[in-house]
């Protein structure tokens, strides 16, 4: 093996590769140098994209469209008290929040601050949560699992 794609297919196939595979997380890196203005010169003003290609680098899917979720019972709503922002999921059985510090430096950088208050904080909220992944209630998605 030779390149990163074949070691990715020998993984894909069961097989073990001839060494460890390493993935970068380049958009990170690409996100804050852009943001900062401190990409080295000989890739400033390059897009993520020019620069994984003059590297030889694969594309990562992280980020990308792969699909798109509908959900038709589901409201989401953002919202940011300058210190906090608060993303909330809107169901027919209740709402669930998430809350992050709102972080003008991480934002700078291109890195997402992280959770301080999870969407799950209480039993009641495994089936609000059941409704946002699309299954029925707790109960009956669990009573599902068993047969």
Avoid: Q
Wanted: charged share 30%; with cysteine; aromatic share 4%.
């Amino acid at each position: 093996m030779k390149t990163n794609r074949e070691r990715f297919l020998a993984i894909l196939d069961g097989k073990v590769p001839d060494k460890t595979l390493w993935v970068s997380r380049l958009n990170i890196w690409h996100k804050a140098r852009t943001s900062s203005g401190t990409l080295p010169a000989e890739v400033a003003g390059m897009t993520l994209p020019e620069i994984e290609a003059l590297l030889g680098m694969g594309r990562s899917a992280r980020n990308a469209s792969v699909f798109r979720v509908v959900r038709d019972s589901v409201d989401e709503k953002t919202t940011s008290d300058g210190e906090r922002i608060t993303h909330t999921l809107i169901t027919p059985r209740g709402e669930v929040s998430c809350v992050r510090p709102d972080s003008a430096e991480l934002r700078a950088r291109g890195m997402a601050s992280p959770c301080i208050e999870r969407y799950l904080k209480s039993e009641r909220d495994y089936d609000v949560m059941a409704c946002v992944a699309g299954l029925g209630s707790r109960a009956s998605a669990s009573g599902a699992a068993r047969h």
